[in-house]
């Protein structure tokens, strides 16, 4: 029994010292998101969905594009949608904010919200915030934004800078330039 006992040891401990000197070396894969997986919540023509975790950096970097890309509106009509609606109002949540969209009933979107805390600010609002306030940190910022359809139309970031013990808030109203800084970033 003991010789047994031995043997197998003695043949694991080979067998696996043998699997672990063979290197096997695998093409370079490409993995695309197809879908991005939602909690829901629905009532009558509302909607919520948490956005995961491991999706909320894309979600925060550019909500409306996100959401064109992972949500699609026919889908959730056919499944949930109401007959004789005339819209949906669906809200996509993170940790760090929200995106609130109507959609008509046949799936095109009317308008939007959106307000997010302390997120990474673009790169123009970034330069603006050192230009006018070098020295100072941000401490907090807010991005809060409305549009029609898909797109932005107003919009501004409120910021929170401290230099020692002052503390100043301001706002910085969208542009242009910030506005294709916040799709790009």
Known sequence: MKKAILFLMLAGFFVSAQSQE??????????????????????S?????II???????????ALEFVKKNFDIQEFIEKYGHKGSDSYEVTFRSRKGLLQTVYDSEGNMLSSYQKFK??????????????????????????????KMDNI??????????????KETFKLPLTETSLAGLASN
């Open 153 to 166: 139309d107003k919009g501004f970031y409120k910021i929170q800078v401290q230099k020692g013990s002052k």
């Open 52 to 62: 995961d975790e491991g999706y909320t950096m894309q979600f925060h970097h550019n």
């Open 22 to 43: 063979q290197i096997i070396e695998l093409e370079e894969t490409e993995v695309k998101m197809n879908s991005v997986p939602l909690t829901s919540n629905f009532s």
């Open 118 to 147: 302390n997120v990474a600010l673009p790169y123009e609002v970034r330069n603006e915030i050192y230009r006018q306030y070098q020295g100072w940190d941000v401490i907090k910022n807010k991005f809060v934004a409305k549009g």
């Open 45 to 49: 023509g509302e909607a919520e969905f």
